[in-house]
């Protein structure tokens, strides 16, 4: 039977109702079931594991909040290369597995083998800056530069495998995978993507010249962002909402595909469409 490593977001109203849920259900097919350490602690039960030890004792990690709890779960596991599934108590769910009312139907599925796995890119992410280390992040959604602590808009720099793309006059600028093109880029007014294409895309949010518009490009690409040598403006750097960094000028993004995917754990009769019509509440004539 297999191993399910359980991550609870602390601070979402039924992690801990849930989390018990879950592992009675998962102990009643057979499973082992490990805590992390800060689920541990929301137990009030003493070890659990941490979360980027976790790779070494589970052969799936459940994660127990909603979107934002799937993305900051992939910082803590760190290099994790198993299946991921999402056990959604919050508002969205695109990225979660089932609800917190399918947890029987998660455990059946999960000890029968009956699910999928659906790969989704992620993004390197290095930040260059002259005299000092670099600072280098992992993203599963997007990355955006945005304006700062001022109300202006920003001058943005885009290159393409070295050659110029744009300069940018807006809020900001963001760079995302298929998983993200249905979360700040799509706000921003980008296109959806599905999680399989092998593309990432270059949204500009609230530009200047309604001329500028997103751009989809192979994942093959190395792009590189950067403030406008020529402005002073304060920007801000953050990798999935969250890693927030002030960048200056002369400082410059690289962005590439990383060699590591997220290895997301689908159940049998889910898919992606089936997320969009629920999610976006599609409907036919």
Not at 135 to 145: M, Q, R, S
Request: glycine residues 10%; charged residues 20%.
């Amino acid at each position: 039977m297999p191993r399910v490593g359980i991550l609870a977001n602390p601070n979402k109203p039924g992690a801990l109702p849930t989390t018990h849920a879950l592992r009675k259900a998962l102990a009643a097919r057979g499973c082992k079931v490990v805590l992390d350490s800060q689920t541990a602690a929301l137990a009030d039960e003493e070890g659990g594991v941490p979360a980027g030890d976790l790779s070494d004792h589970v052969d799936i990690a459940a994660v127990i909040g909603g979107d934002g709890t799937m993305l900051d779960a992939l910082a803590r596991l760190g290099n994790f290369e198993k299946p991921v599934a999402g056990i959604n108590i919050g508002r969205l769910g695109f990225l979660t597995s089932c609800t917190d009312g399918e947890l029987d139907a998660f455990a059946l599925a999960v000890t029968a083998g009956r699910y999928t796995i659906s790969p989704r890119s992620l993004l390197e992410v290095a930040i260059r800056r002259s005299g000092r280390p670099d600072d280098v992040f992992t993203a599963l959604n997007e990355v955006v530069l945005a304006r700062g602590e001022t109300g202006r808009l920003v001058s943005v720099t885009a290159r393409v495998n070295g050659e110029l793309l744009n300069h940018y006059r807006a809020d900001g600028l963001i760079v995302a995978t298929p998983t993200g093109s249905t979360a700040y880029s799509l706000s921003a007014g980008g296109p959806l993507i599905a999680p399989s294409a092998g593309v990432f895309v270059i949204t500009p949010i609230c530009p200047h010249s309604l001329s500028q518009r997103s751009l989809v490009l192979s994942d093959g690409a190395v792009v590189e962002i950067a403030p406008d040598g020529a402005v002073s403006e304060p920007m801000l750097f953050t990798v999935d909402g969250r890693d927030t960094t002030r960048l200056e000028p002369g400082d410059r993004i690289e962005i590439r595909r990383a060699d590591r995917v997220l290895r997301l754990l689908v159940l049998e009769d889910r898919s992606f469409y089936d997320a969009l019509r629920e999610k976006l509440r599609w409907q036919g004539l």
